[in-house]
């Protein structure tokens, strides 16, 4: 009955362990939430005025496919002002969501078998959206104890005739790492198209972020808002790509998508050209500096070791194999018998099994608590 593309696609595990913890906190249980990556502060008030000020001009209408023209400009001045990319907005197609934009990209690229090369651990849904259209993901292992840093060598071993694409992530999902600019260099010059998907830039503490579009134009930037300016449920994103991949998504998203929510880009011209809002984003950014620091530090007191603490996003993966070779099992019991809801390391690849994920998008209490309430099933476990 079923395609087997539909019977084939794991689950997202992270929402499976969220889903079960919001069923204990229906039964009355008090679940301290360090899993999933969205940001618990309000979108900032400039936004929601924007898109209120649009739904006021009754701007519920489609836009054109590729999104607002105005906001197609406004996202390459921001490219330029922060990375000196030349950006036309013919090349910019506003998506509902960075995830949207992913599939779409992969959609555009691949044939049945064509590879795309990524790190291991991963974004948990990226080898699924190349699966999904017919390609073939190639890992390439990154460690702790290197920083978790992408080695452009170990990238070139991999390619072969039917490399299509290099996929990279800076600040990455889950480790928090920021790729250094002489490799990501390296990387665009190895010659496949890179999409670089760029989401958590913006939320770096230590160090820059750079775009994949300062070192080739051979690439496909992919960006929103949902993170760094608290809009997970605006669902708006965007990619950046050349001219003749631009058009190729334009029509992908004319078939089945139409265009982004019209209100909703009105909002995100807000976000990028209202001082208002960089002002309430720089201190989101500060607050998130100071819970990374706490959740390092609570961690540490726990003997849980990270080598290279996470610079960027607001992800920390950590070791626990010490204490499990299981993490989806491990992360169920952690919630079923302490509270605390984590995202199994298991869901983010092979390379990332006996970890678990905490996110510090929360308040310090809920990480103090949070971190309280591990140390105590730790110490049961001996």
């Known amino acids: 009955m079923l395609a087997h593309r539909a ?39 400039p936004v ?53 934009a992913l599939f779409m990209t992969f959609a555009a690229i691949l044939e049945p078998g064509d590879e795309v090369i990524l790190a291991n651990p991963y974004y948990a849904c990226y080898p699924n959206y190349i699966r999904f259209v017919g390609g073939v993901p190639v890992f390439v292992d990154i460690h702790e104890e290197e920083g978790y ?57 230590e160090g820059q972020a750079h775009s994949i579009l300062e070192y080739t134009q051979n690439a496909c930037a992919l960006n929103g808002f949902s993170k760094l300016y608290a809009m997970t449920g605006w669902r708006l994103g965007y990619v950046i790509a050349p001219p003749e991949l631009a058009r190729a998504l334009q029509k992908i998203q004319q078939n089945f998508f139409i265009s982004a929510n019209a209100f909703v880009q009105w909002g995100a011209l807000s976000a990028l050209r209202e001082p208002a809002c960089q002002a309430e984003v720089a201190g989101m950014c500060d607050t998130y500096a100071r819970r990374r620091l ?50 199994p390391g298991i869901d983010f690849g092979s390379n990332a099994e006996g970890y678990l994920r905490f996110c510090y998008a929360t308040s310090l209490e809920n990480i103090a608590e949070g971190t309280d309430r591990l140390g105590r099933y730790l110490a049961k476990m001996g």
Not at 17 to 30: K, P, Y
Not at 160 to 171: E, G, H, M, V
């Open 149 to 205: 840093q992408l080695r452009p060598e170990a990238i070139a071993a991999k390619i072969t005739p039917r490399t299509k694409a290099i996929l990279i992530n800076s600040p990455a999902n889950p480790t928090g790492v920021v790729l250094t600019a002489e490799r990501m260099a390296a990387i665009a010059a190895l010659g496949p198209l890179v999409v670089s998907d760029e989401i958590y830039h913006g939320l770096v503490y």
């Open 294 to 343: 706490f959740m390092l530090e609570r961690l540490a007191g726990l003997g849980l070791k990270i080598p290279q603490p996470p610079t960027g996003a607001f992800y920390v993966l950590v070791n626990f194999k010490r204490y499990c070779q299981d993490s989806l099992s491990f992360a169920f019991e952690l919630l079923r018998e302490a509270k605390v809801a984590a995202a």
């Open 48 to 100: 929601t005025e924007g898109a209120l000020e649009a739904l006021r001009r009754s701007q519920t209408h489609y836009t054109h496919s590729m999104g607002l023209y105005e906001l197609r400009q406004a996202i390459g001045d921001d490219y330029r002002r922060r990375y000196g990319a030349e950006v036309a907005p013919e090349q910019i197609v506003v998506t509902q969501g960075t995830s949207p």
């Open 7 to 45: 019977l084939e696609i794991p689950p997202f595990l992270v929402m499976e362990v969220l889903e079960e913890a919001q069923r204990l906190e229906r039964q009355g249980e008090h679940v301290v939430h360090l899993e999933v990556g969205e940001p618990d502060f309000d979108t900032p008030a």
